[in-house]
């Protein structure tokens, strides 16, 4: 494939937001990869369909499949999309004949990554991926190559640009979340049907795949532990700011003893955190590693530009012969890791709205005493003053079952007005300490 001098022809299915941006990319570079990536062919749903690129000059398939099994081409790009159905099969079955494959799909990757990674190296065939996680920012090759001497000890980042872009917004303008997702649709900003972005589900598909580099364990979406941002309110995103936090859909993928923790959730991070200056639709990714330290990379998570620099890249890689295994090591070398849930021990923002009547705070803290769960800090907004108040305290160190117990206490009082809101404080320690 693609020997000493020879162009890789390339096949590409999915002319969309990606696609078109690659083939626009290849037609403004010619000299990307020493000018031996060709464009042979391509493949969507609807020919007539009017594209941003000229596809004139291409073969068409109208079946990706067909696509994948040509032999008049070196390399298949997917830019389809879905874990399943023809971007799935597709990629199988160029994969299978021993075609390079080059995709953009986080899900197909976080929910198939060790078979396709058993079948890329059953026949020696690249499945490369730059471009599934972080669009533009290159997380995957720094983890898969750069870091490859290093020992994670955690990767946590900001994935999803739509939900970070959500959150900055609502807190900016003070506008609710389904005021700000309508118009962040309006605008382009967020997809028709946000479900897959808002839900945390985009991003636990990204965390899962860097987890998998990192710790050299398959990719199992099925085992992490999901939390979107539709249940963040404006009310918590104001109180924790006031406490010195942000609100922010926070990934991560961490070693617990042998096994991986892979998480997505909203979380507190200290105003100072690197994630925490992460702004609008921007991703970012902090990898704690020994004996480097803390790491942190900031891009364009999405975009045609972006995303088609990333698949670019993989292309060029593939031009000099010059990739990895799918997640860095043999897949005989991946651990059976196992998952553990969610975290059992940590900080924690909890906010209550009672019923503004003497002693509430009395009853409040008791059933926080009798749990075991000791405050860090308490605030009762006095701007809130009316029937009900808001009510925030950060707890110190300690296990969540002894929290669940004091939250549910306190939601059976008769001065609770609304179901508590229990949220993780990220504080940004775990950075490895043996770093000279
Ligand atoms: N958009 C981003 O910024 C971004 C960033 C990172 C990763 N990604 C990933 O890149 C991939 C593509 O995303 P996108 O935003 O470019 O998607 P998109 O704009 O919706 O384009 C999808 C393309 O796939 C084609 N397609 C859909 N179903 C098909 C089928 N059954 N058979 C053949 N072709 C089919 C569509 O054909 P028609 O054009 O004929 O309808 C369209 O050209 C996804 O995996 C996505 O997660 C996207």
Same mark, same amino acid.
């Given at each position: 494939?693609?020997?000493?001098?020879?162009?890789?022809?390339?096949?590409?299915?999915?002319?969309?937001?990606?696609?078109?941006?690659?083939?626009?990319?290849?037609?403004?570079?010619?000299?990307?990869?020493?000018?031996?990536?060709?464009?042979?062919?391509?493949?969507?749903?609807?020919?007539?369909?009017?594209?941003?690129?000229?596809?004139?000059?291409?073969?068409?398939?109208?079946?990706?499949?067909?696509?994948?099994?040509?032999?008049?081409?070196?390399?298949?790009?997917?830019?389809?999309?879905?874990?399943?159905?023809? #971007?799935?099969?597709?990629? *199988?079955? /160029?994969? &299978?004949? +021993?075609?390079?494959? @080059?995709? %953009?799909? !986080?899900?197909? =990757? $976080?929910?198939?990554?060790?078979?396709?990674?058993?079948?890329?190296?059953?026949?020696? #065939?690249?499945?490369?991926? *730059?471009? /599934?996680? &972080?669009? +533009?920012?290159?997380? @995957?090759? %720094?983890? !898969?190559?750069? =870091? $490859?001497?290093?020992?994670?000890?955690?990767?946590?980042?900001?994935?999803?640009?739509?939900?970070?872009?959500?959150?900055?917004?609502?807190?900016?303008? +003070?506008?609710?979340?389904?005021?700000?997702?309508?118009?962040?649709?309006?605008?382009?900003?967020?997809?028709?049907?946000?479900?897959?972005?808002?839900?945390?589900?985009?991003?636990?598909?990204?965390?899962?795949?860097?987890?998998?580099?990192?710790?050299?364990?398959?990719?199992?979406?099925?085992?992490?532990?999901?939390?979107?941002?539709?249940?963040?309110?404006?009310?918590?995103?104001?109180?924790?700011?006031?406490?010195?936090?942000?609100?922010?859909?926070?990934?991560?993928?961490?070693?617990?003893?042998?096994?991986?923790?892979?998480?997505?959730?909203?979380?507190?991070?200290?105003?100072?955190?690197?994630?925490?200056?992460?702004?609008?639709?921007?991703?970012?990714?902090?990898?704690?590693?020994?004996?480097?330290?803390?790491?942190?990379?900031?891009?364009?998570?999405?975009?045609?530009?972006?995303?088609?620099?990333?698949?670019?890249?993989?292309?060029?890689?593939?031009?000099?012969?010059?990739?990895?295994?799918?997640?860095?090591?043999?897949?005989?070398?991946?651990?059976?890791?196992?998952?553990?849930?969610?975290?059992?021990?940590?900080?924690?923002?909890?906010?209550?709205?009672?019923?503004?009547?003497?002693?509430?705070?009395?009853?409040?803290?008791?059933?926080?005493?009798?749990?075991?769960?000791?405050?860090?800090?308490?605030?009762?907004?006095?701007?809130?003053?009316?029937?009900?108040?808001?009510?925030?305290?950060?707890?110190?160190?300690?296990?969540?079952?002894?929290?669940?117990?004091?939250?549910?206490?306190?939601?059976?009082?008769?001065?609770?007005?609304?179901?508590?809101?229990?949220?993780?404080?990220?504080?940004?320690?775990?950075?490895?300490?043996?770093?000279?």
């Amino acid at each position: 494939m693609g020997g000493e001098q020879k162009s890789l022809r390339v096949g590409i299915a999915g002319l969309g937001t990606v696609g078109g941006g690659l083939l626009n990319l290849l037609a403004d570079q010619p000299e990307a990869g020493d000018g031996r990536l060709k464009v042979t062919a391509v493949s969507a749903r609807d020919r007539t369909r009017k594209r941003e690129a000229d596809i004139s000059a291409y073969a068409w398939f109208d079946d990706p499949c067909e696509l994948a099994a040509s032999p008049d081409i070196d390399v298949f790009v997917e830019l389809i999309g879905g874990s399943d159905g023809p #971007a799935k099969r597709a990629v *199988e079955i /160029a994969l &299978g004949r +021993g075609t390079h494959v @080059v995709t %953009a799909n !986080k899900a197909l =990757l $976080a929910v198939h990554g060790a078979a396709l990674a058993a079948l890329s190296e059953k026949t020696a #065939a690249a499945l490369l991926y *730059e471009a /599934a996680v &972080g669009g +533009g920012m290159p997380i @995957v090759k %720094a983890l !898969k190559e750069s =870091l $490859a001497g290093t020992h994670v000890v955690a990767v946590s980042g900001i994935l999803n640009g739509t939900c970070n872009f959500l959150l900055t917004e609502m807190e900016a303008s +003070g506008r609710s979340f389904e005021d700000v997702l309508a118009d962040a649709q309006r605008r382009g900003f967020a997809e028709a049907d946000p479900t897959t972005d808002v839900s945390g589900t985009d991003a636990a598909h990204k965390i899962c795949i860097l987890g998998a580099i990192a710790f050299s364990a398959a990719p199992d979406f099925a085992k992490a532990t999901i939390e979107g941002v539709d249940t963040v309110t404006l009310l918590d995103i104001r109180m924790a700011g006031k406490l010195g936090y942000k609100i922010k859909l926070l990934a991560k993928a961490e070693r617990v003893g042998e096994s991986v923790r892979v998480h997505v959730h909203p979380a507190l991070l200290p105003v100072a955190h690197p994630l925490a200056q992460i702004g609008g639709a921007l991703n970012a990714a902090m990898v704690d590693a020994e004996p480097v330290g803390r790491l942190t990379f900031i891009g364009r998570g999405a975009g045609a530009g972006p995303t088609a620099a990333a698949v670019a890249a993989d292309l060029i890689d593939l031009v000099y012969d010059a990739h990895r295994p799918v997640f860095g090591r043999p897949v005989k070398a991946l651990k059976q890791r196992g998952s553990v849930g969610a975290a059992e021990q940590g900080r924690y923002y909890v906010r209550l709205l009672v019923h503004d009547r003497p002693g509430v705070i009395a009853a409040v803290s008791n059933e926080l005493g009798r749990a075991g769960v000791s405050i860090e800090s308490f605030l009762q907004d006095p701007g809130e003053a009316g029937a009900d108040v808001p009510i925030v305290l950060t707890t110190r160190p300690g296990p969540r079952q002894a929290l669940n117990a004091a939250v549910d206490a306190i939601a059976g009082l008769e001065v609770t007005a609304a179901a508590p809101r229990v949220i993780p404080i990220e504080d940004g320690a775990g950075a490895p300490r043996n770093w000279s």
